[in-house]
């Protein structure tokens, strides 16, 4: 195999590439979108709804209304404002109470629902009667059928909002409150020590405690914010599947394109098919690493201008460049087999989503994997090396890490994984990149692949 054919191939297809308007705007554009969904709720954070929302109240007990009102307005009173600045945070939640009907309960719930779809209310409260003291077993018929509280022990909020509503979120406290006040005043405790009674304290994550390897002092715990434990994994492990996904997708619909005009029946008079396939493998990869040194680059800027050089997974960056050039190896080595055994940039298309497997259901995962990084079904999908580049940097950079074994194994099977994809790769490419007017099946792949 000729390396200076293979490099020859790779000049061409790279420089064509970065020198074409689509991979400059698509350099350009990919971090923005990427981050569009963060600027979004940047800008609904810094200009929030903050008109009035009426909250309808029909209370079965006859006793938690007044104290749910009270507790609410409370709140209004505590969160509504910035203490510093006394700019409004938040809207303010007005209440009105309704007498309830007990001979057409739904005929009442359907006026209040009108109500709301005409905006005279946000939302509304229904309070079961036994609300107050809801039963502690599940022994009553319709617990058993449904395994949930019955009825007239729920608080039912109906709005017409969507799937997160920030109004259901906040009157949780209020509601919650409300009903244990009344709870103290029956078991006769004093309003007075209601506060103390209610009162909460702050949970704060702490780091863990180490010991300093160089002075063998104890290294105080810091404090942690919840969003710091997500958002590195998060970026490093999206920044990851963007540059794959930007530098890997064209190679499809690129090698069917080439096959339909007959470009490479030119490109075999002076190349194998190992070698061509091997250069545009290797072209990719020079595209990936351009991107993720400006994009690595750009974010450690940012970070340094936000004085947050400390959240910056520097130690990771090395393992991250290795899973970078490890996926793009064998997306780009199936995205040219594949195009290659399609007759048209249509039918290339359509295998798209396959191809890109290896990325997309890493993604699908994403949060159960967050949530238990050492769990078994978190380590047995980071060790299966389709999915080990993306899954195994995202745990590696979770505050627990892995053992250390694990980063280990999983590169093994992930190189594994590269040589075996790109040498099938190559001996279905070599096949064909000559057929024309059919595109190969799924067995003829397999058979191809195996035998050559």
Known sequence: MNTHKILLVAKRDFLASVRSKPFLFGLIMAPILGCSG????????????????????????????????????????????????????????????????????????????????????????????????????????????????????????????????????????????????????????????????????????????????????????????????????????????MIVLFCSSPMLGGVAEDKMQRVFEMLLASATPSELIMGKVAAAVGLSLTSSVLYVAGGLLVLQAMAMMGLAPLSLLPWFVVYLVADVMVLCALGAALGAACSSPNDAQHLATPMLAPVLIPLIVMMPVMQRPNSLFSTAMSLFPPFTPILMLMRQAMPGGVPAWQPWAGLAGVLLWTFAISWAAARIFRIAILMQGKTASFSNLFRWAIRG
């Open 38 to 241: 963060f600027i979004v709720m940047g800008l609904a954070k810094a200009k929030p709804d903050l008109g009035p929302r009426r909250i309808a109240i029909i209370d079965r007990t006859g006793l938690a209304a007044a104290a749910i009102v009270e507790t609410a307005e409370e709140k209004n009173a505590k969160e509504m404002f910035d203490k510093k600045s006394g700019r409004q945070l938040t809207p303010r939640y007005q209440f009105e109470t309704v007498a309830p009907d007990d001979s057409d309960p739904n005929a009442q719930r359907l006026r209040l629902s009108d109500r709301v779809r005409r905006r005279e209310l946000f939302a509304f409260l229904e309070i079961g009667r036994d609300a107050l003291h809801p039963p502690k077993s599940k022994d009553d018929e319709e617990s058993k059928d449904t395994g949930k509280l019955p009825e007239s022990s729920r608080v039912d909020y109906y709005s017409n909002a969507g799937g997160i509503d920030q109004t259901r979120m906040w009157l949780a406290g209020p509601v919650n409150d409300g009903l244990r006040r009344v709870r103290l005043a029956q078991l006769g405790v004093d309003r007075s020590h209601f506060a103390d009674v209610l009162g909460s304290v702050t949970v704060q994550t702490m780091s863990l405690i180490a010991r300093d390897q160089n002075t063998g002092a104890i290294v105080k715990a810091r404090k942690k914010s919840e969003m710091e434990g997500f958002l590195v994994p998060f970026a490093l492990v999206m920044l990851l599947a």
